[in-house]
């Protein structure tokens, strides 16, 4: 059962939050928060369910509404002016601009790995497309982050792609792609036609058929996916049934590896001013507390934002090409202590300290050395522990 629209409410529910609520505005914000509330414990009653029950998404955004404690809600700073309602927006179109895309990349490959013109000049085109669903948005009197559904995950992708470094580890991905699929052409005649889309999508990956051609489409999650995890997608594309195979790609959906590449894709804030606020913890105050008591105060700062993405067991996020730490809003929470919002901004400026390292061909996170220095995080033992068990509240 899927409750519609709940997201959405609860996307701005978090920014009047962050912007804080003003006296007079208490009891009409409390009325609708109890009234959401309400409303989510009906619909599960009226289908035979409990909200513990709900998929993953909107149990978390029951659990937070539920948890809010509606008589300490963050005042809203006198003289600030009161936050013109925050606007939603979908755009035609984007599911059409993905699949072409995606068309085009898989067509070019060969080229694109080739030569750094073909790439180049493909990111200029996907820039241009970033720029004007921005310049729709400014037009429109919306944020880019407030895009909602296909949207909002395609302008996120693009976003993404626009990136050099990211754009060229799309293209080998879609070589391992095809790296994969050639072995199998003398077995399979229709391993000739398959096309793969890497794309933003909610499922793993989709195999459908028409005629004689094949399209399988891939969430982009797979991106950093190597040759077997390749072996085990192009199989379900050709329908050999591999129960080992199947094992492999769920293995690796729920590897650290494909939940930080979709995480590298979530649409973040423009206007960040006021982003690291929170309704309990604030981001700016935890990195300066984190920055002199482990790094010298010599990390320069970077962007802070809460992640309006609520993730059960992944907390935070460090997002390189922007120089962007992201905290779940999960963890801003009165029952989360400062030390453990502290602990996982420590986690993710480890991140922004140390580069990714290639291990046995493999990008390698969390090396054995990085994990000694988070050991070093004075309550680590118990930071763990605490998140662990809301991970655990989160998920079960
Ligand atoms: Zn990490």
Partial sequence: MRIKGLLRAFRQIRQELQRGIAAADRPQFGARVRSLVGTVEQLC??????????????????????????????????GEPAPSSPRTLALRNMVALRDAL??????DVESLAASPEARRALQGYIQTQVAAIESV????????EALTGSSREVYGWLRFLADEENLALHVAALERSRAALAPRRA?????????????????LCRRRRYRNEVLLTVSEGFLHANAGVWEALIDFALQHRDPAGSARLRQFADSDEFAETLLEMEP??????????????????????????HFNGDLPKPRLVWNGALTGRKFGHYRRTTDTVMISVSLDAP??????????????????????????????????????E?????????????????????SA
């Fill in 137 to 144: 948005c400014t037009d429109s009197g919306a944020n880019p």
């Fill in 187 to 203: 077995l399979a005649p229709l391993a000739a036609s398959v096309t793969v889309h890497l794309v933003p999508v909610k499922l």
């Fill in 374 to 394: 988070e050991r070093r995080f004075a309550r680590w033992a118990e930071a763990e522990a605490l998140l662990q068990a809301l991970a655990q509240k989160h």
């Fill in 45 to 78: 009653a009226a289908h035979g369910t409990t909200p513990d029950r709900l998929p993953g998404p909107s149990r978390k955004v029951y659990l937070f509404l539920k948890e809010l404690d509606l008589d300490r809600l963050p005042v809203r700073p006198q």
């Fill in 268 to 293: 973040q804030a423009h206007s960040a001013a006021s982003a690291g606020r929170g309704c309990v913890h604030d981001l700016e105050a935890s990195f300066a507390r984190v920055n002199a008591s």
């Fill in 102 to 107: 995606a068309d085009r990349f898989w067509r």
């Fill in 335 to 372: 029952a989360v202590p400062e030390f453990v919002v502290d602990y996982v901004m420590y986690h993710e400026l480890l991140h922004k300290k140390h580069r990714i390292q290639m291990v046995n061909g493999r990008r390698s996170i969390h090396t054995p050395s990085f994990r000694a």
